[in-house]
T-cell receptor, first 112, second 109 residues
Framework: NAGVTQTPKFQVLKTGQSMTLQCAQDMNHNSMYWYRQDPGMGLRLIYYSASEGTTDKGEVPNGYNVSRLNKREFSLRLESAAPSQTSVYFC???????????FGEGSWLTVV | EDQVTQSPEALRLQEGESSSLNCSYTVSGLRGLFWYRQDPGKGPEFLFTLYSAGEEKEKERLKATLTKKESFLHITAPKPEDSATYLC??????????FGKGTKLSVIP
């Protein structure tokens, strides 16, 4: 009954460091997403993968890269972290376009 | 550009005091309106999807309704465990949802 699992839960980075957030879902969903959530703002889409083998930019893709490793896994990479990337990151999945999106528990990232 | 505005930003209710949360939206061709609940330090938890004006859905003390311009989340006789931030999102034919900033609900015993 795991649903969407993200790692790590918490991470502190120095400016310029790189890191990868990992996400896996066990619901056999086709589509996966990465969102960020900042105080006073709604959830904003960074990248999504409509199906295995495809990825597309969302609203705020700059500074990020993604990889759809297989149907289950979708990773988000910060190549050179900046303080503006301090945020809570949520991975999510759905069975297709505009079907209900299910979220993971979040990854708290601080860039100093 | 799709827009979602939720009001009020925060709402304090006494236990048992019913009320409604509002989600106003502007979107070109609504394909779905979604309500989520988010507890502190957790990811959003799905509540409802509404697809067309006039549609209503209920779950325990919550009832969601949809018109052509807004959606309401009615909370009947709330309990302290209903305290959370409630998020509204709209989708218009792509994989991208536009989220509102949420309404933080506090239910006081």
């Amino acid at each position: 009954n795991a649903g969407v699992t993200q790692t790590p839960k918490f991470q502190v980075l120095k400016t310029g460091q790189s890191m990868t957030l990992q996400c896996a879902q066990d619901m056999n969903h086709n589509s996966m997403y990465w969102y960020r959530q900042d105080p006073g703002m709604g959830l904003r889409l960074i990248y999504y993968s409509a199906s295995e083998g495809t990825t597309d930019k969302g609203e705020v893709p700059n500074g990020y890269n993604v990889s759809r490793l297989n149907k289950r896994e979708f990773s988000l990479r910060l190549e050179s972290a900046a303080p503006s990337q301090t945020s809570v990151y949520f991975c999510a999945s759905s069975d297709g376009q505009l079907n209900t999106i299910y979220f993971g528990e979040g990854s708290w990232l601080t860039v100093v | 550009e799709d827009q979602v505005t939720q009001s009020p930003e925060a709402l304090r209710l006494q236990e048992g005091e019913s009320s409604s949360l509002n989600c106003s939206y502007t979107v070109s061709g609504l394909r779905g309106l979604f309500w989520y609940r988010q507890d502190p330090g957790k990811g959003p938890e799905f509540l409802f999807t509404l697809y067309s004006a006039g549609e209503e859905k209920e779950k325990e003390r919550l009832k969601a309704t949809l018109t052509k311009k807004e959606s309401f989340l009615h909370i009947t006789a709330p309990k302290p465990e209903d305290s959370a931030t409630y998020l509204c999102a709209v989708g218009a034919g792509s994989y991208q949802l536009t989220f509102g900033k949420g309404t933080k609900l506090s239910v006081i015993p």
